[in-house]
């Protein structure tokens, strides 16, 4: 036993566990810095939260201006190139018509993919990823913005595989765990 009456063990163990805090508040510093280059989702954690607990919308706004649910077609399922199937509607309205948020969320993305060209995905209620392509423009948005229902994303286009097609938006919603499923229910209930 040394002074005090505490074995040298004890000391040995509390001085490591001294630097355990320490180390820890450092961690979570560096996480709160890099997070927000690993998924937009992390700089506004609470309303991630809330967006994934909250139910998803049995009803959706279209969300081309002045395009109404009665003149939808559906179009799930369809042939594509490749042997893929269409995921999603298409929505066909004049170039630089305005696009606008079927819902609150988080902008995950805004930049370009192959087939998409540019596109925008929102974070949504229940995990649902809410994904607009083919746009000429983007609006003034950045990935971990939050969104509401109507704000405006960007402006319809050609961009991606459908480059020289009537000009349309290509709007898909993909479950967080579950894989794509068709809009046009949501849209012209």
């Not at 909250?54 to 969300?63: E, G, I």
């Not at 704000?151 to 290509?170: E, F, K, M, R």
Request: proline share 11%; hydrophobic share 40%.
């Amino acid at each position: 036993m040394s002074r005090a009456g505490v074995p040298p063990a004890v000391k040995a163990a509390s001085r490591r566990l001294t630097w355990l805090p320490l180390a820890l508040a450092a961690l979570v510093l560096a996480l709160a810095q890099i997070a927000p280059r690993v998924s937009p989702l992390f700089e506004h954690p609470i309303l991630a939260f809330r967006l994934l607990r909250n139910p998803a919308a049995s009803h959706l706004a279209v969300p081309v201006d002045g395009v109404t649910a009665a003149s939808l077609t559906g179009s799930w399922g369809s042939p594509r190139p490749g042997g893929r199937a269409h995921q999603g509607i298409d929505i066909f309205a004049p170039r630089n018509t305005p696009i606008r948020s079927t819902t609150s969320g988080i902008v995950v993305t805004v930049g370009r993919n192959d087939l998409g060209g540019r596109i925008v995905r929102i974070f949504g209620p229940a995990g649902e990823w809410h994904y607009y392509a083919h746009l000429e423009r983007f609006a003034e948005i950045h990935p971990g913005q939050p969104v509401a229902p109507g704000q405006i994303l960007g402006y319809v286009g050609d961009s991606g595989n459908a480059q020289g097609t009537p000009t349309h938006l290509h709007y898909g919603i993909y479950r967080w765990r579950g894989g794509a499923m068709d809009p046009y229910p949501r849209l012209h209930p």
